[in-house]
């Protein structure tokens, strides 16, 4: 199933919708600031062995981060961090951003691994902020990537929709997407490392 919303003003009765989806543990593929995403309720663990399962990955070794729909989403996640990191943060989000922090002892439990940090990311993209708003909870999430040499992300929700038709339960199409990856940013250390340039600048930062 494929809809259509807007990100200037997402269609209240879609949005539940694809929240009714999402807590009877379904998949979405939907658009962000950055690329398009794959993800689910964080509650749900068969719908993440699901997520990993479709992109290949291994759940010891693999990155799935969280979109939050602002930051006082991201404490019950994350560890206290300092003054410094949570200026950067709250000048960066919503953004192009993943930050990586230390992760609660909650973190290892909902993803299956004993990862002791955590991706957040709270795209600038009234689509799935709503979305994620109106679950109550953030979602796992991770970048749908393409098989192709030269794309290495997928940009056309059409085409997205026929490639995951079969394989997830709902593809938003948010119009096209960008084909640069977020910026992720390591601040577990207390400080700033820059892990992969993406679509946010970094320079302010330091």
């Known amino acids: 199933m494929i809809i259509k919303l807007y990100n200037e003003q997402p269609n209240a009765r879609l949005v539940q919708q694809v929240v009714s989806v999402l807590e009877k543990g379904g998949i979405i593929i939907y658009p962000t600031d950055t690329v398009y995403g794959i993800g689910c309720d964080i509650t749900n663990p068969k719908a993440i062995e699901k ?49 990586i922090f230390n992760a609660t002892t909650q973190v290892p439990k909902l993803l299956s691994s004993k990862k002791k940090t955590v991706g957040i990311r709270v795209p600038d ?62 601040v577990s250390s207390g400080d700033v490392e820059v892990i992969r340039e993406g679509k946010g600048e970094v320079n302010w930062m330091f």
């Open 125 to 186: 993209n009234n689509i799935i902020r709503e979305i994620v708003k109106q679950l109550g909870r953030p979602i796992v999430t991770t970048s749908i990537r393409d098989d192709d040499d030269i794309i290495e992300y997928s940009t056309d929700p059409e085409l997205i929709h026929e490639k995951y038709e079969n394989t997830v339960d709902l593809v938003i199409d948010g119009g096209y997407g960008d084909n640069t990856p977020s910026t992720v940013v390591d």
């Open 51 to 99: 997520i990993y399962k479709i992109r290949g990955l291994d759940p010891k070794k693999a990155h799935l981060s969280f979109i939050c729909y602002d930051l006082t989403d991201i404490s019950q996640y994350t560890k206290p961090f300092n003054t410094k990191i949570f200026r950067i943060v709250k000048r960066a989000l919503p953004g192009p951003y993943t930050f």
